[in-house]
């Protein structure tokens, strides 16, 4: 196991303990998982919403006013997101859902990271930077659909082909609702999980941040490992005040160290 102090060993333990004796955990991430990709943080110190207002720039009745301001902005942070490559915490979230500990992944990002490590149950409750939607008649456009209009047209917002309205992509802007079907499944699953490990998120963007108040609710538990406090740390069962990039792997490290343990146990002359 990599440097740590003995308590966040001990956490890590037991974190893995929990994880592997769960029947039904999943994970809820947030902007901290995806910043060790180098992706900007939208809401944290020097993030994006500091330095461009979120009434102006991310809001979608602004928007349909005038997309250019969005688009502009798109322009600055898109490239970021388009190049950015899960990190070890992504590849973690997906090994544990390959040994079939991690039943779901529900995420506040936007960045399809958890999908490129090999995620395959993933709910983004704020929608997909790499989907476009016509705003008119709801025509569905690839990212790379879209980069090939905006290099060909050289002009913001890029327009629909059929009805030359403007393109969106597929992200809640302020203003805007939750998709339907993600924002219900994850309360479904956050009802029924035993134990939910939030790796990278503040807590404090609902409705998202209620999820875990469902788990709790519930009788299940909280495994919060994110770099700063959150509200809910007093009622959580373990939290690690670290890197997700860094605790993540040791979790999945140390429960396929108690899986081995199991293995000998169960069949001694192995």
């Known amino acids: 196991m990599a440097i740590l102090k003995l308590t966040e060993r001990k956490k890590v333990h037991h974190a893995a303990e929990l994880l592997l004796n769960s029947s039904n955990a999943i994970a809820l991430t947030g902007a901290g998982i995806s910043t060790e990709s180098g992706i900007p943080d939208f809401r944290g110190e020097g993030g994006i919403w500091t330095r461009y207002k979120p009434e102006i720039y991310g809001n979608i009745k602004n928007f349909i006013r ?80 879209v980069m090939r209009k905006l290099k060909k047209e050289k002009h913001y917002p890029p ?49 998202v941040a209620d999820l875990p108040l469902y788990t709790l609710s519930n009788g299940g538990k909280l495994i919060i490992v994110n770099d700063a406090p959150t509200h809910l740390d007093e009622r959580a069962e373990i939290v690690i005040n670290h890197k997700t990039g860094k605790i993540l792997p040791l979790i999945v490290e140390e429960i396929k160290r108690l899986q081995t343990i199991q293995n000998e146990e169960q069949d001694p002359s192995n």
């Open 66 to 145: 005038d997309p250019t301001k969005f688009w502009k902005l798109a322009e600055k942070v898109a490239p970021k997101l388009f190049s950015a490559e899960p990190n070890p915490g992504h590849y973690a979230l997906a090994e544990l859902e390959d040994m079939d500990i991690i039943k779901a992944v529900i995420t506040q990002n936007i960045d399809e990271l958890h999908q490129k490590a090999g995620s395959v149950i993933v709910y983004e409750v704020h929608g997909n930077i790499n989907r476009f939607t016509c705003f008119g008649c709801r025509a569905s456009y690839t990212k790379d659909q």
């Open 159 to 207: 327009l629909c082909d059929m009805c030359s309205a403007p393109l969106k992509p597929s992200v809640v802007l302020f203003g805007e609702s939750l998709p339907t079907f993600e924002i219900y499944q994850s309360q479904a699953l956050a009802e029924k999980t035993d134990v939910m490990l939030i790796a990278g998120s503040s807590l404090s963007v609902d409705p």
